[in-house]
């Protein structure tokens, strides 16, 4: 279809996948998709021993101090563990690993980009810049993925090694009683988000509205932080069309998963 449809060579994508057996946890990545685990902080687990240590001790003396570190305590609830790295040009051991293999081409990270042109470093696709084609097992150099597309849109290619890879990485986690849920999403929640922040709105969330969507609330705070930061009502952003409104925010898809046994999914 590339003659017909040269546009096919800058198609893209990323990938997360995440398998849970038993109280193990395996998560592969291509791309700057993310898995952030939920969970209860060194301090929270401390401050609550430290609790039953002094209700221990003396229950009634030492009631009023205890409703102050609660007080404390209820700020900052579950601490944000990024299960993944991204695989992207803000993180310097892929930007080296790109270079180490460019060493010819000064122009291989440019702009905080690949080839001045892709912000990951690995990805699904993206024909333009590994010009490679697997078929039965051998690799058989393939120019016509650049020269295909417009001049505007071609790079420099130097050498026969793609730019970017879609060799996964893969990571294993053992649940532990600190554990509370995860978050799996695409790099679009992250333009908005901290990892800290998300974990914390998930949280509260769960808390106040035990029967409702986290997916989808993180996906309505999101918006309302896209329009606020354009200068426009939340309703007026949502009336703008999907293609228009990539100005404004990337595509998000995003999975909550609690560990006690529920999802939610949700995108935009």
């Given at each position: 279809m590339l003659e017909e449809n040269p546009e096919l060579a800058l198609m893209g994508s990323c990938v997360l996948v995440m398998l849970m057996k038993g109280e193990d946890i395996y998560v592969m990545n291509v791309g700057d998709s993310r898995?952030?685990?939920?969970?209860?902080?060194?301090?929270?687990?401390?401050?609550?021993?430290?609790?039953q240590d002094l209700k221990r001790i003396n229950e009634e003396?030492?009631?009023s101090n205890l409703r102050g570190c609660e007080g404390d305590?209820?700020?900052?609830?579950?601490?944000?563990?990024?299960?993944?790295?991204?695989?992207?040009?803000?993180?310097?051991?892929?930007v080296e690993r790109i270079r180490n293999e460019h060493s010819d081409d000064v122009s291989a990270v440019s702009n905080e980009r690949v080839k001045g042109s892709l912000k990951v470093t690995?990805?699904?696709?993206?024909?333009?810049?590994?010009?490679?084609?697997?078929?039965?097992?051998?690799?058989?150099?393939?120019?016509?993925?650049?020269n295909a597309l417009l001049e505007m849109f071609q790079i420099d290619y130097i050498g026969e090694s793609p730019y970017i890879s879609c060799l996964p990485s893969l990571y294993h986690h053992r649940l532990g009683s600190k554990d509370r849920f995860l978050i799996l999403s695409s790099d679009g929640l992250y333009q908005y988000f901290t990892n800290e922040e998300a974990v914390s709105e998930v949280e509260l969330f769960i808390t106040l509205q035990p029967e409702g969507d986290p997916a989808q609330h993180l996906v309505q705070e999101l918006l309302f932080r896209a329009a606020k930061k354009a200068g426009m009502d939340f309703h007026e952003?949502?009336?703008?069309?999907?293609?228009?409104r990539r100005?404004?925010?990337?595509?998000?898809?995003?999975?909550?998963?609690?560990?006690?046994?529920?999802m939610w999914k949700s995108c935009v």
């Open positions: 898995a952030v685990l939920g969970q209860k902080s060194e301090s929270d687990y401390w401050l609550a021993k430290i609790r003396t030492m009631k305590h209820e700020v900052s609830n579950l601490s944000a563990f990024q299960l993944t790295v991204d695989h992207s040009t803000d993180v310097e051991e892929e690995r990805a699904f696709g993206a024909g333009f810049l590994k010009q490679l084609l697997v078929m039965l097992f051998f690799f058989f150099l393939q120019p016509k993925w650049n952003l949502l009336e703008i069309q999907q293609g228009e100005r404004y925010h990337d595509d998000v898809s995003i999975v909550v998963i609690s560990l006690e046994g529920r």
